[in-house]
DNA sequence: CGGGATCCGTTTTGATACTG
DNA sequence: CAGTATCAAAACGGATCCCG
């Protein structure tokens, strides 16, 4: 199961960690900066995640207060994710990190120990 | 395994999230921006880690040359790690995991979904 | 004695096929 | 289209052994 944050660590760091201190939450969280998307919308936008995946680490970020999900009772099937006002204060995590990324990717080519890969 | 980050995607924040998006790897992070640790001392500080656990992902962390690994040859053994230069580039992440989990617990009683635990 | 390697059982994560 | 069921892979924890 992916943990829902039920606990409240002493450390603030700790408790961001719990919340969204895992790979497929910090990628869903970015997919959804840019404002509501249907499942398999957020889906294409994250390469290699599986419907399963994406479907716990969405109900556990639901369950947190981070996201919304709006099911409409339609044919085929609509469910839209969004932020809730707590997931998009998370923003500036995921900015930071943009930025950091952007600057080792600059520097890549001149470090022994990485490989580019185009994929 | 930790897998180190052998590959850089194309998305700069998926990049990042494949270097330190998971859960021990951050809190190790954390644990040395303070500066040089032994390991003993750095388990101490990360709760509910095993040192299996330690271990693997300093390994992994270091191979991706965000930690420096120190052993020296004495009795008893002593083995010291430290950020490298990119892994202190890396501060401004938890920095701000620490800032928005600070305010997270400051409104943490004010909302409903989430349960106090002192642990 | 501290750091680490290894073996083993459990839990978590993930890929795939299937359903309404 | 979105979500569940099934099954395989791996991450994790703990105990144990090791080596200096």
Redesign the pocket.
Known sequence: ???TSKELPLCPVATTVGLIG???KLLILQGLLTGVK????L?KGIP????????????AMEEDGIVI?K?FAEV?????YQLSELGDSLRPIISVMEVWGLNYQKNANTLEHTKQVTS
Request: proline share 10%.
């Open positions: 199961m992916i943990p895992n790979k497929w249907r499942f398999g919308e889906r290699d995640i599986s419907q399963k995946v994406l479907t716990q680490n969405l109900r999900r099911v085929p099937p609509r469910v839209e």
